[in-house]
C-alpha cells in the first residue's frame, strides 16, 4: 500500500495567519489527492479533491496544490472555526489517509 | 439534501458478529460507489471498503485487515448499505462512517460506534 506521511503532525497558529500542511505519498499519486478537516465528535468534510479542486461551499482561504509525491494544503487566513485536525488521503490506489496534523490556537 | 444515517453499533465480544446498516437519501443510490471508513477512540482515519454501483459491476475492495471478515453489501430497493463485520477484534473498535464514493469522500454519515470488548 502507499504510504501518506503529513507535516507537521501539530501545529500552533494565531487567527489571520497563513498556514501550510505538507502530505507525502511513498510513491507517485499523480493528482489523486484529497484534504479532508475533522473536528471533535463530527464526522471529516472534504475541503480539496484532485489535489487542487475546491469543494463547493467551502472558502476561498483552503487551497490545495502538488503533484507526483509532494502535496500542500494552505490556509491563507485562518479563521476561529479552522482550528481543526487535517488529513489527507490518496485514491490512486487501495486507499490510504494520512496520520493527520492538529491546528491549535497559539 | 444528501443523508447518510448509520445504525447497528453496539458492544459486542471478540469472535463476535455484528451488521452495520447505512440508510441513503437525496441522491440516487444506486448509481453510488459506497465506502466504509473507520476512526479508533483518539486515532486517524482509515479506510474498510468500498462498493461499486451494480452498473460498474457491483464489486467490492477492502483493507487488509478486515478482508476475508468483513463483507459490504447494498440493497438498492431499500437505499442501503451493509457492513457485515464477522471475527471481530479489539482492534476494530471504531467510529464507522458511511460514506458517498467519488474516489474522493464527498458526504459522511455522523458515524456508528462498534466496540469490541469482553
Known amino acids: 500500500d502507499i504510504q501518506m506521511t503529513q507535516s507537521p503532525s501539530s501545529l500552533s497558529a494565531s487567527v489571520g495567519d497563513r498556514v501550510t500542511i505538507t502530505c507525502r505519498a511513498s510513491?507517485?499519486?499523480?493528482?489523486?489527492l484529497n484534504w479532508y478537516q475533522q473536528k471533535p465528535g463530527k464526522a471529516p468534510k472534504l475541503l480539496i479533491y484532485?489535489?487542487?479542486s475546491l469543494q463547493s461551499g467551502v472558502p476561498s482561504r483552503f487551497s490545495g496544490s502538488g503533484s507526483g509525491t509532494d502535496f500542500t494544503l494552505t490556509i491563507s487566513s485562518l479563521q476561529p472555526e479552522d482550528f481543526a485536525t487535517y488529513y489527507c488521503?490518496?485514491?490512486?490506489?487501495?486507499?490510504?489517509f494520512g496520520p493527520g496534523t492538529r491546528l491549535e490556537i497559539k | 439534501e444528501v443523508q447518510l444515517v448509520e445504525s447497528g453499533g453496539g458492544l459486542v465480544k471478540p469472535g463476535g458478529s455484528l451488521r452495520l446498516s447505512c440508510a441513503a437519501s437525496?441522491?440516487?443510490?444506486?448509481?453510488?460507489?459506497m465506502s466504509w471508513v473507520r476512526q479508533a477512540p483518539g486515532k486517524g482515519l482509515e479506510w474498510v471498503g468500498r462498493?461499486?454501483?451494480?452498473?460498474?459491476?457491483?464489486?467490492?475492495n477492502y483493507a487488509a485487515p478486515v478482508k476475508g471478515r468483513f463483507t459490504i453489501s447494498r440493497d438498492d430497493s431499500k437505499n442501503t448499505l451493509y457492513l457485515q463485520m464477522n471475527s471481530l477484534k479489539t482492534e476494530d473498535t471504531a467510529v464507522y462512517y458511511c460514506?458517498?464514493?467519488?474516489?474522493?469522500?464527498?458526504?459522511w454519515g455522523q458515524g456508528t460506534l462498534v466496540t469490541v470488548s469482553s
Open positions: 488521503q490518496q485514491s490512486y490506489s487501495t486507499i490510504t
Open positions: 437525496g441522491f440516487t443510490f444506486s448509481n453510488a460507489w
Open positions: 462498493i461499486k454501483s451494480k452498473t460498474d459491476g457491483g464489486t467490492t
Open positions: 510513491q507517485s499519486i499523480s493528482s489523486y
Open positions: 484532485a489535489a487542487s
Open positions: 460514506i458517498t464514493d467519488l474516489s474522493w469522500f464527498d458526504y
